[in-house]
Each structure stands twice: as C-alpha cells, then as structure tokens.
C-alpha cells in the first residue's frame, strides 16, 4: 500500500510515517517513481508504534521492542527489553509523582486566591 493508504488507515501523518521510516522502526519497498510501498503488515508495525509512543518510550527504545512483537500487537520477552521497560516504568513513575505534586500546588493556589475577598 502507498504511504497516503497507510497513513488513512492509521491516522498517522504521511510526514509522520516518514520519520518512522527514517529512524528504522517502520521499512518500505520503493517503486521505481520513488513511491514507498508497505506490506500489509506496516498497519500493525504503526499501530504499536503509536501505543508505545502513548506509554512514554523513546524511538530508540521503540526500535528495541518492534522485534518482541507478536502478530497480535503483543509483546514477547526479548533479553534485556524487560530490563529496558522497567526502567521507563520508574521515569514514568517519577514524572507522574512530580505531575501529581505540581497540581497538589496549582490547587492550593488557585483555592487561597478564591478565598480572598
């Protein structure tokens, strides 16, 4: 399919499966005109490309874990990965920690100046 199907079918950018492309998560096929030709099998290669850019992991990691892919969109044990994604896991954690302290803040000031005459 040609990049324009593959980004309907998605709701990817084309400039968006290009950059895919590029930093070697996702490949294509050329035509002789240029045009990039995927397999069937790039929807799903995008699609989980998305949700684990959703989850917070960095292309370089994404690159990683594509291989541990299962035609069902889950991941299989692949060594080191799991160490790799434990790591994430604990940035994420900490992010949300200080996403939940900088709210705790943004509401204690908004509530003091509500309660100003």
């Known amino acids: 399919m040609l990049i324009?199907?593959?980004?309907?079918?998605?709701?990817?950018s084309a400039?968006?499966?290009?950059?895919?492309?590029?930093?070697?998560?996702?490949?294509?096929?050329?035509?002789?005109?240029?045009?990039r030709d995927y397999d069937d099998a790039a929807e799903?290669?995008?699609?989980?490309?998305?949700?684990?850019?959703?989850?917070?992991?960095?292309?370089s990691l994404i690159g990683q874990l594509l291989p541990c892919g299962l035609s069902d969109g889950s991941l299989r044990p692949c060594p080191g990965v799991v160490d790799k994604l434990r790591t994430q896991l604990v940035r994420l954690d900490r992010r949300a920690d200080d996403l939940s302290r900088a709210r705790r803040t943004l509401r204690q000031a908004i509530a003091s100046t509500e309660q100003r005459p």
């Open 4 to 12: 324009g199907e593959l980004a309907r079918r998605t709701g990817t």
């Open 15 to 35: 400039r968006l499966l290009r950059y895919y492309e590029r930093v070697g998560l996702l490949t294509s096929m050329r035509h002789t005109n240029g045009y």
């Open 44 to 59: 799903q290669t995008v699609r989980q490309i998305r949700a684990l850019l959703a989850a917070g992991l960095p292309t």
